[in-house]
């Protein structure tokens, strides 16, 4: 089946610090990637999806100077907390869709402490 | 403006009895439907979808039903077994345009021995 991965599973850092948590896709390349984030029992909330080679689309409210996201290869997709704040701490999982079927496989996730 | 609904939030099933999560969705324009279970601190696990050209899909004890007019799908599990306790959320999107799931507030599943 296919794979997803995520590093770190959890980070706890301190305030204004920055924080980069990558997404792989073990096998199979993934053109299309999605970072969700979720709040306490709450539902996955979408914060943008990563184009390999291209900018990624941010979801209304997600401020891409914070959340910056990078797709380099067909396999790695990296968001990365810019100066981390309290309020960021949550749960942040990738997603990766496979080119040739329409669902999506999910990362681990990251649990994001800022103290 | 929440297009896709679970409206129990959370439910209790006795070991060995039926489980039946149900969720609405209000865009007509979706035409895919998948459902994901998680555990805590984990990401999503795929379990099971359905196209709207399809009214049921079948995999093993997960049954999926579609009723695209009344925009309602619901999600079987029989028998229930303690290691189905988790939170599932129904998810969807339209085959046509960006791939972006919409996903429902989830619906957390208690099975009791």
């Known amino acids: 089946g296919a794979v997803v991965s995520q590093h770190p599973s959890r980070v706890i850092c301190k305030s204004g610090t920055s924080v980069k948590i990558e997404c792989r896709s073990l096998?199979?390349?993934?053109?299309?990637m999605f970072w969700y984030r979720q709040f306490p029992k709450k539902s996955l909330m979408l914060m943008a999806t990563s184009n390999e080679g291209s900018k990624a689309t941010y979801e209304q409210g997600v401020e891409k100077d914070k959340f910056l996201i990078n797709h380099a290869s067909l396999t790695l997709s990296t968001l990365t907390v810019t100066s981390a704040h309290p309020e960021d701490s949550s749960f942040y999982i990738c997603?990766?869709?496979?080119?040739?079927?329409?669902?999506?496989?999910f990362g681990p996730g990251t649990r994001l402490t800022v103290l | 403006d929440q297009q896709v609904k679970q409206n129990s939030p959370s439910l209790s099933v006795q070991e060995g009895r039926i489980s039946i999560l149900n969720c609405d969705y209000t865009?007509?324009?979706?035409?895919?439907f998948l459902w994901y279970k998680k555990y805590p601190a984990e990401g999503p696990t795929f379990l099971i979808s359905?196209?709207?050209?399809?009214d049921k899909n079948e995999d093993g004890r997960f049954t999926v039903f579609l009723n695209k007019s009344a925009k309602h799908l619901s999600l079987h599990i029989v028998p229930s077994q303690p290691g189905d306790s988790a939170v599932y959320f129904c998810a969807a999107f339209p085959i046509q345009g960006a791939q972006k799931l919409v996903f429902g507030q989830g619906t957390r599943l208690t099975i009791n021995p």
């Open positions: 359905i196209s709207s050209i399809k």
């Open positions: 096998d199979f390349q993934a053109t299309t």
């Open positions: 865009n007509s324009m979706f035409d895919y």
């Open positions: 997603s990766a869709r496979r080119n040739t079927y329409n669902e999506q496989f």
